[in-house]
């Protein structure tokens, strides 16, 4: 049996609905951090106008394959091996990158890395989506969030919930401007950035 998520089952939909506009006019997408295969599928099928290249650590990938294998639709590629820290990354160019529920595990110089390696693959024009929770201004949106936090730091002190501001300017930095930030169920929030067109 592929592993499963119940908060990747909990939250495809209403990610779904955001990403059928984010990446509207988007045709080839990168996931990084693919996990247990589940987005991948139903992004699939949800955008069947979309190639959906899965990404993650090479221990996970089983795990991804036999999920496919099983009920992936034929727009979703197989998942390719791909640590954000080593550069240059295992992909062409896209127009689309996604990723969920990773930032906040990451230490923070592998945030860094993720955001130099979507610089490197993401078009002029693409768009990038990053869907998880995040502080502003320093502080945590609800209770519930800074006490998630503190379970992350106890179980890893490089991991927590990053600022919004210091994601931004990461994004900021690889030419990437934001145009939404969509507030989610679970307290999550779905950041969309563009990159400028070619001129």
């Known amino acids: 049996m592929p592993p499963f998520s119940q908060a990747a089952e909990n939250n495809k939909e209403p990610i779904a609905r955001v990403l059928a506009?984010?990446?509207?006019?988007?045709?080839?997408?990168?996931?990084?951090?693919?996990?247990?295969?589940?987005?991948?599928?139903?992004?699939?099928?949800?955008?069947?106008?979309?190639?959906?290249?899965?990404?993650?650590l090479a221990g996970n990938l089983d795990g991804i394959?036999?999920?496919?294998?099983?009920?992936?639709?034929?727009?979703?590629r197989p998942p390719v091996a791909l640590?954000?820290?080593?550069?240059?990354?295992?992909?062409?160019?896209?127009?689309?990158?996604?990723?969920?529920?990773?930032?906040?595990i990451m230490a923070w110089p592998r945030v860094e890395d993720l955001f130099f390696g979507v610089g490197d693959v993401l078009a002029p024009g693409g768009t990038l989506c990053l869907y998880?929770?995040?502080?502003?201004k320093g502080a945590f949106t609800t209770a519930s969030n800074a006490a998630f936090d503190a379970w992350l730091k106890r179980q890893d002190p490089a991991s927590g919930i990053r600022d919004f501001e210091a994601v931004d300017t990461l994004a900021a930095a690889q030419g990437l401007r934001l145009v939404a930030d969509h507030a989610m169920p679970a307290n999550n929030q779905l950041l969309v950035w563009r990159r400028e067109a070619a001129a």
């Not at 506009?21 to 139903?42: C, K, M, N, P, Y």
């Not at 394959?65 to 979703?76: C, D, F």
């Open 132 to 136: 998880g929770p995040f502080r502003y």
């Open 21 to 56: 506009e984010a990446f509207r006019d988007v045709r080839h997408v990168l996931e990084i951090g693919s996990g247990t295969g589940q987005h991948a599928v139903h992004f699939g099928r949800a955008l069947p106008h979309l190639i959906w290249q899965p990404s993650d």
């Open 65 to 76: 394959r036999a999920r496919l294998a099983s009920e992936g639709p034929a727009n979703v």
């Open 83 to 104: 640590d954000v820290g080593l550069l240059p990354w295992p992909v062409d160019s896209v127009d689309g990158v996604f990723s969920a529920n990773a930032v906040h």
